[in-house]
């Protein structure tokens, strides 16, 4: 069963604006990851957030963490019309030698 | 992204038929696996290996097999393929920093 679940399922925003999107997740885990696909392109890794970390930044993007809620969220800020894409929260859990993937969120970023 | 590459891009093949896809890394890291990509399910890990000779099972194992006789390829079969195997298939390795680089993907149709 997967770890994380990604909300919301899709979002659409003007170029310019913030995008928030959130995962949720069940265990305890190592750190937890945000990767960035492209329609009909393979996965890039976007940041990775340790288990004792809170916020990471990096660009336009920041990534909060909080274990005692089991979730994360990703911000990016001022959007940009090559933002779209779907985007991943991967968990590393504890004990695990694999990530566990949600269902992503589908961004849409209109010009 | 860490020098992966997966051949073939794309099969067609028939059920029934053995089909086996190959990673290929070229920076001697020792954890490889694969996933699947299916809309409405993320990506789910099959297999992964955390070195020659050793693998393990990942969420949706069944009717896969894999094997890394050395460092940079590792192979998964499909030893008789069915339809509801058609998916994308993604290779990825695990980095110095616990991130996991994928490679281009695999599109695999069975009819």
């Known amino acids: 069963s997967q770890q994380g679940e990604e909300d919301p399922q899709a979002l659409s925003i003007q170029e310019g604006e913030n995008a928030t999107m959130n995962c949720s997740y069940k265990?305890?885990?190592?750190?937890l990851q945000w990767y960035r696909q492209n329609s009909g392109r393979g996965l890039v890794h976007l940041i990775l957030i340790r288990s004792n970390e809170r916020e990471k930044h990096s660009g336009r993007l920041r990534v909060t963490l909080d274990t005692s809620k089991k979730s994360s969220s990703l911000l990016i800020t001022a959007s940009r019309a090559a933002d779209t894409a779907s985007y991943f929260c991967?968990?590393?859990?504890?004990?695990?030698?694999?990530?566990?993937f949600g269902t992503g969120t589908r961004l849409t970023v209109i010009p | 992204d860490a020098g992966i590459t997966q051949s073939p891009r794309h099969k067609v093949t028939e059920t029934g038929t053995p089909v086996t896809l190959r990673c290929h890394q070229t920076e001697n890291h020792r954890y490889m696996y694969w996933y699947r990509q299916d809309p409405g399910h993320g990506l789910r890990l099959i297999h992964y290996?955390?070195?020659?000779?050793?693998?393990d099972k990942g969420e949706v194992s069944d009717g896969y097999s894999v094997s890394r006789s050395k460092t940079e390829d590792f192979l998964l079969t499909l030893e008789s393929a069915t339809s509801s195997q058609t998916s994308v298939y993604f290779c990825a390795i695990r980095g110095r920093t616990d991130t996991q680089y994928f490679g281009p993907g695999t599109r695999l149709t069975v009819l």
């Open positions: 991967a968990t590393d859990a504890t004990g695990a030698n694999n990530l566990f």
């Open positions: 265990t305890s885990i190592n750190n």
């Open positions: 290996s955390y070195g020659v000779k050793d693998t």
